[in-house]
């Protein structure tokens, strides 16, 4: 019975061997610019990963069903978008003939092509996104402040919430409900766990140097914050970070502990590394409704967020690539090309184009707007595919040299690195 498990690994590794060697192949005459693509991030990037995640309570950070994927060609897959995401977007143009599957469903074999870790909610500290505020609103109240948010009256409940939490209730009035929901999600260090295992496989099949050198070679993609604001610092009912910190303090804690999660990336065999920056989070039409803007076009309390952390992590990747061997990392102003998006010209910029839960997401089934090239936002949350091609194209291929620092994708991979350290 050993022998024969002996011999099944061997002949394993021998596969394993025939298609590292058929895929760089395929690398080296030019179908593909990279010959592997590692994504790590949050909603804007899963794929389907929470699809698969174990629910204590109710998960409510996945969203495998219509409208859901009404453009895309597989219909629904976890993905929280109409159509393709920004790194499904990269992916075509770095010459990838399949998206880059998630790692809860991908197979032994797909790691040798790219696996996609990122999770809806998730965060750079593990708390983030861990209890999700659900709240339901009968009839307009007073306008709200960040410390006091709420849900407009037209948008409706998750309907997988709606029995348990408005039974009992006889006549119209104005409710708030608060709940706190045990939402699982995959934050960054969990990621990191699943990508350390993938590179352990990698070992496994290859042996150490030549694993070492494969990954080198990949590319690899980062974006993480956003939901450490949202879903986190500026939730105070449920986190006590805006009590314990200043929003300064607050940051530069999230930086510092971002920048050792993407040094752990590079011990674990990354080189080409890219890091998107926050957007415009103040502008989210969940945002929006939840907070008000005072007169403004957006929430400019979480715009300030996105721009305070931003400039701190600017400065914390110069340190990177100055500390780590052969390290190319570089930073995707998303802010900045999110100011340019006005060239596309959408006519609906504040609004969602489908119908929306109390948690922003699209209520199941519901039809969306017919004019989704004309919409930037998807959910209450997402960016529609309109407006993620557009962003992905500049990512990869900065026309403005303010889009990305210091150099955009097309660039970073054209470089050559050299091996890193054994890990």
């Known amino acids: 019975m050993k022998m024969l498990a002996h011999e099944m690994k061997l002949q394993w590794m021998v596969l394993a061997v025939f298609m590292v060697l058929s895929k760089w192949q ?42 859901y994927g009404v453009d895309f060609r597989n219909g629904p897959t976890g993905r929280f978008c109409n159509g393709l995401t920004i790194v499904d977007i990269i992916a ?11 790692f809860a469903t991908a197979r032994e074999a797909n790691m040798l092509y790219g696996l996609n870790y990122a999770s809806g909610s998730a965060g750079i500290h593990d708390e983030t996104g861990q209890e999700l505020v659900l709240m339901i609103v009968t009839s307009s109240p007073a306008a709200p402040s960040p410390s006091e948010p709420r849900v407009p009256a037209h948008m409706s409940l998750h309907p997988l919430l709606a029995d348990s939490l408005t039974k009992g209730v006889t006549k119209p009035q104005f409710l708030l409900f608060r709940s706190k929901l045990n939402v699982e999600c995959i934050s960054l260090n969990m990621q990191l766990q ?17 694993a070492l050198t494969y ?14 604001y ?13 009590q314990e910190y200043t929003l300064e303090k607050y940051t530069q804690l999230l930086i510092e502990q971002y920048s050792q999660q993407l040094r752990s990336l590079y011990e674990s065999g990354a080189r080409k590394l890219v ?16 907070y008000g803007t005072n007169g403004s076009a957006c929430v ?24 780590l061997p052969d390290a190319k990392i570089i930073y995707i102003k998303s802010y900045r090309i999110g100011e340019d998006s006005t060239v596309l010209d959408l006519k609906v910029n504040n609004t969602a184009c489908c119908p929306s839960s109390a948690i922003g997401q699209c209520i199941p089934d519901q039809i969306p707007c017919q004019n989704r090239t004309q919409y930037m936002f998807w959910d209450s949350f997402h960016p529609t595919e309109i407006f993620n091609i557009f962003y992905a194209e500049r990512s990869y291929s900065a026309l403005d040299p303010s889009y990305a620092y210091p150099y955009d994708i097309h660039h970073l991979i054209s470089l050559d690195q050299g091996v890193g350290e054994a890990m």
């Open 26 to 67: 395929h690398y080296a005459a030019g179908n593909q610019l990279v010959p592997c693509y590692f994504i790590f991030g949050d909603s804007l990037a899963d794929n389907g990963n929470n699809n698969k995640l174990h629910v204590r309570v109710y998960t409510l950070a996945k969203v495998d069903y219509a409208p």
């Open 92 to 102: 075509e143009i770095l010459g990838f003939h399949n998206y880059i599957p998630p």
């Open 194 to 210: 699943n990508h350390h295992k993938t590179v352990q496989n990698l070992i496994g099949m290859l042996g150490n140097e030549s």
């Open 215 to 228: 990954l080198n070679k990949f590319l690899y993609s980062v974006g993480m914050g956003n939901n450490d």
């Open 230 to 242: 949202l879903n986190n610092y500026f939730m105070p009912q449920f986190f006590p970070t805006s």
């Open 275 to 290: 890091v998107f920056g926050l957007g415009k989070i103040g502008c989210v039409p969940g945002a929006i409704a939840t």
């Open 300 to 323: 400019e309390l979480l715009n300030d967020a996105s721009r305070l952390f931003n400039s701190k992590l600017l400065p914390a990747i110069d340190q990177l690539n100055d500390d």
